[in-house]
């Protein structure tokens, strides 16, 4: 968690989830010092919550001049492509906005040949576990 405030009343909190948390779910309980602020008990304010990104990891994203995008594993076994906007990263990862969701499988080795509907094959020992 990050938090960020200016000498005009605002701040911001940038709280990230561990991989895996449902942020559905999750809660965050924050707590504000008035101290210095023109706060009193029960004041309004105003909260925005931005729609959660979804992480990948980096290795998946394939950039191209005009698209960027992802690949991932279809029901039949079949690469999809996925045109993602590339947010933030953490780590080994990155957040993308897109037509994906958590635990979509995605390619991270080998989708620079492949193309949408290609049949994917995987080899066991490389399947990432939870």
Same mark, same amino acid.
Request: charged share 30%.
């Given at each position: 968690m990050s938090s960020k405030s200016t000498n005009s009343g605002s701040l911001n909190i940038t709280i990230t989830f561990d991989v895996g948390t449902d942020p559905d779910l999750a809660s965050v309980d924050v707590h504000l010092s008035t101290d210095g602020l023109n706060l009193v008990s !029960?004041? %309004?304010?105003?909260?925005?919550?931005?729609?959660?990104?979804?992480?990948?990891?980096?290795?998946?994203?394939?950039?191209? /001049?005009?698209?960027?995008?992802?690949?991932?594993?279809?029901?039949?076994?079949e690469a999809q492509k996925i045109n993602?906007?590339?947010?933030? !990263?953490? %780590?080994?990862r990155v957040s993308v906005a897109g037509n994906i969701n958590a635990g979509t499988e995605v390619i991270i080795r080998g989708a /620079?040949?492949?193309?949408?509907?290609?049949?994917v094959r995987r080899q066991k020992d490389l399947v990432a576990k939870r």
């Open positions: !029960g004041s %309004g304010v105003t909260v925005s919550l931005p729609k959660m990104a979804t992480l990948v990891p980096r290795d998946a994203l394939i950039v191209r /001049e005009k698209e960027t995008f992802i690949l991932t594993v279809d029901e039949n076994d993602v906007l590339v947010g933030l !990263g953490i %780590g080994e /620079e040949r492949l193309q949408s509907g290609d049949k």
